[in-house]
């Protein structure tokens, strides 16, 4: 029911993914029970988030056989460097409660720290060694995806990135295509503000009797786009859900596109370097 796309190894990922960024631990394990239900079978934590336990709860009570699943964490900017890196996968495992992952992500290069092509190399140790299915990075610019590939022949699998009408990210996308790494929203929503109010966004939800935030997740599926929205309300979980039985015509698709803006909602990869 959920697409999926081939990643450049051949996984196949779930087009539509659910987040769980600043959900507390407590509360995860409720948010993701209810995804599941659902019908969402991809969950984005990371190490950063502090929540991987509660996910790894939510998976183990599921039910559902692991093959089933789609589960990603991300190495935080602390932990980066090839030792640390093979030491804060083994947490996030463990957090998790997982015998393997399937995407770990870089969560930002952190340019200023200068590790990320020795982070990189340990992913490529945990792939080698078939503790994650697939290995990929996060807030990756070009010029860092191009650092990348000059002292490594392993392409990423995915780039996460920040991405949504108003910050459409159009040369991280097009190296992506170029180069066959898979680009993935995050904040697809631009975190449920005020895009859900844009004209040209409210007036296609009235012409498909959908919700704003069901035109913008079809704008992303139809461009392409992994995304991974995050939910803590019940039946806006099940909304974000209900994308997969209606299709934006291309004149919709460019309508959305109208909204560029080159606006961001979080930080800039090329000067963030918190630890
Ligand atoms: P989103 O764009 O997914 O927006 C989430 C916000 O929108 C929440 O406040 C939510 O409210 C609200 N919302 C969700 N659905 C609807 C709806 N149908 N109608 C109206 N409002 C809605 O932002 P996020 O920043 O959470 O990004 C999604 C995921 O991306 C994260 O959870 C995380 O997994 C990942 N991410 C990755 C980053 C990275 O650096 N790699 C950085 C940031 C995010 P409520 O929960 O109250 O319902």
Redesign the pocket.
Known sequence: MIPTLKLNNGVEMPQLGF?????PDAETTAAVTTALDAGYRSI???AA?QNEAGVGKALASSGLAREELFVTT?LWNADQGYQETLAAFERSRGLLGLDFLDLY?I??PAPELGKYADSWRALEKLYADGAVRAIGV??FQPAHLQHLASVSPVVPAVN???L?PYLQQDAVRAYGNEHGIATEA???????GSL?SEAPITELAAKYDR????IVLRWHLQLGNVV??????PA?VR??FAVFDFELTAADLDAVSGLERGER??PDPDTFNAV
């Open positions: 987040g769980v960024f600043q959900v984005d934590t990371a988030y991300k992500l969560h930002w996060s807030n996460q990135i920040e949504h995050w904040s697809p929503l631009a975190k449920g859900l919700t704003p935030a069901q991974i929205p995050k939910s803590v309300t806006r909304e974000n909602t979080g």
